[in-house]
């Protein structure tokens, strides 16, 4: 190995959270705004999901435009200016374009070119997918300040029709930058998808395929077959906990905070017992934000850093599972 490699690899040992940044659009839309467009009710979100509001990015405002925010917010937070960064990672299934892809238009917004930027698709465990893969380059020396989002307007690809499914979903982005440090930082992260479960939770197009035959507006649209997604969510996430645990030779008790994916509260409360942990050490955000895919956990982990729950030293796992299915879990000293 060529000398400068060796160094690299000697001073970059750890990946480390420095910044984290969100967004959220302003117009919020509740349960009650929701009742008055189907047959629905306040009552029920509140008891099947925990959900209470969401935000929804208005027409004219796009997925990079909210990314940038959350990047130039996890920056800031930081003390670091955009051409720091030298790796863009960035989670969505919901891009601006085909290609560029949206880690490009976001690099292109930040005005840090050079360094890779990519964007992958792997729906709700987008962000915890981003997330290994930079702090892989960075433990490798390929990179010292990554930029990593997860950043959706799931609203677009909503059927606003289909109850089952509209009540669920809100938009929003998130990031953290990661730097080179020789403290730890992220310890471990683990990612897993069973493709054999891809009809239960999908997208009905997409540009290779295109369109279904006969296929009217509202185009393209999420379709899920909720109590198997649930079912299944339950049962993984609990596994990935017990590998997380396992594999840093860890106990429950030693997790401070769960950072979940915010798709239910029950299946939240699902894991945190599993852990055996009061819901008193899990940042859940699912009432305020609905289910917001990629954008959720970087979204919550924002929220418990900034309203100071959340403190250096802390060890926190963050797990996510999607449409796929994938799902996956990261272990980190903040
Ligand atoms: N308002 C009122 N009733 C509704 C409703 C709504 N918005 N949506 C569905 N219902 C009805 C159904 O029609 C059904 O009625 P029926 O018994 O007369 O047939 C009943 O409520 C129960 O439906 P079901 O789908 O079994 O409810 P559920 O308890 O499983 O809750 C979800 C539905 C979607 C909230 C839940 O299954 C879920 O959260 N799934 C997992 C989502 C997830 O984790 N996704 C992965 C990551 S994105």
Same mark, same amino acid.
């Given at each position: 190995?060529? +000398?400068?490699?060796?160094?690299? +690899?000697?001073?970059?040992?750890?990946?480390?959270?420095?910044?984290?940044?969100?967004?959220? $659009?302003?117009?919020?839309?509740?349960?009650?705004?929701?009742?008055? +467009?189907?047959?629905?009710?306040?009552?029920?979100?509140?008891?099947?999901?925990?959900?209470?509001?969401? %935000?929804?990015?208005?027409? !004219?405002?796009?997925?990079?435009?909210?990314?940038?925010?959350?990047?130039?917010?996890?920056?800031?937070?930081?003390?670091?200016?955009?051409?720091?960064? /030298?790796?863009?990672?960035?989670?969505?299934?919901? $891009?601006? *374009?085909?290609?560029?892809?949206?880690?490009?238009?976001?690099?292109?917004? *930040?005005?840090?070119?050079?360094?890779?930027?990519?964007?992958?698709?792997?729906?709700?465990?987008?962000?915890? @997918?981003?997330?290994? &893969?930079?702090?892989?380059?960075?433990?490798?020396? /390929?990179?010292?300040?990554?930029?990593?989002?997860?950043?959706?307007?799931?609203?677009?690809?909503?059927? %606003?029709?289909?109850?089952?499914?509209?009540?669920?979903?809100?938009?929003?982005?998130?990031?953290?930058? *990661?730097?080179?440090?020789?403290?730890?930082?992220?310890?471990?992260?683990?990612? %897993?998808?069973?493709?054999? @479960?891809? %009809?239960?939770? @999908?997208?009905? !197009?997409?540009?290779? +395929?295109?369109?279904?035959?006969?296929?009217? $507006?509202?185009?393209?649209?999420?379709?899920?077959?909720?109590?198997?997604?649930?079912?299944?969510?339950?049962?993984?996430?609990?596994?990935? &906990?017990?590998?997380? =645990?396992?594999?840093?030779? =860890?106990?429950?008790?030693?997790? /401070?905070?769960?950072?979940?994916?915010?798709?239910?509260?029950?299946?939240?409360?699902?894991?945190?017992?599993?852990?055996?942990?009061?819901?008193?050490?899990?940042?859940?955000?699912?009432?305020?934000?609905?289910?917001?895919?990629?954008?959720?956990? $970087? *979204?919550?982990?924002?929220?418990?850093?900034?309203?100071?729950?959340?403190?250096?030293?802390?060890?926190?796992? =963050?797990?996510?599972?999607?449409?796929?299915?994938?799902?996956?879990?990261?272990? =980190?000293? @903040?």
């Amino acid at each position: 190995m060529p +000398r400068d490699a060796v160094q690299r +690899r000697a001073f970059s040992v750890y990946s480390r959270i420095v910044g984290t940044g969100s967004y959220l $659009p302003e117009q919020i839309v509740t349960n009650f705004d929701l009742e008055r +467009r189907m047959d629905t009710s306040d009552a029920w979100i509140r008891e099947r999901t925990g959900i209470e509001r969401r %935000h929804i990015a208005p027409l !004219g405002q796009s997925n990079v435009d909210m990314a940038e925010q959350a990047a130039r917010a996890a920056i800031a937070a930081a003390g670091l200016q955009p051409t720091d960064i /030298d790796l863009i990672s960035f989670g969505t299934t919901t $891009p601006d *374009l085909v290609f560029p892809n949206a880690g490009v238009l976001l690099q292109a917004r *930040l005005g840090c070119r050079g360094g890779p930027a990519f964007s992958l698709e792997a729906a709700c465990s987008g962000f915890i @997918y981003a997330l290994a &893969v930079a702090d892989k380059f960075v433990r490798a020396g /390929d990179a010292k300040h990554a930029l990593v989002v997860g950043s959706e307007i799931l609203s677009r690809i909503t059927d %606003h029709s289909d109850r089952s499914t509209a009540i669920l979903f809100g938009d929003g982005a998130g990031a953290v930058v *990661l730097a080179a440090s020789a403290e730890p930082g992220i310890l471990s992260t683990h990612l %897993h998808a069973d493709g054999s @479960y891809q %009809h239960l939770l @999908y997208c009905t !197009g997409g540009p290779a +395929r295109g369109p279904a035959p006969g296929n009217m $507006p509202p185009g393209d649209v999420v379709r899920m077959a909720g109590s198997e997604v649930f079912k299944i969510a339950v049962t993984l996430l609990g596994r990935i &906990v017990d590998e997380t =645990l396992a594999a840093n030779h =860890l106990e429950k008790s030693d997790i /401070d905070w769960l950072v979940p994916h915010q798709a239910n509260i029950r299946i939240i409360q699902a894991v945190a017992r599993k852990l055996g942990l009061p819901i008193e050490q899990v940042i859940v955000t699912v009432q305020e934000h609905g289910n917001t895919s990629t954008a959720s956990v $970087p *979204l919550a982990l924002d929220v418990g850093v900034r309203d100071g729950r959340i403190k250096r030293g802390d060890l926190l796992l =963050l797990e996510a599972l999607g449409g796929g299915v994938t799902w996956g879990s990261a272990l =980190l000293r @903040y």
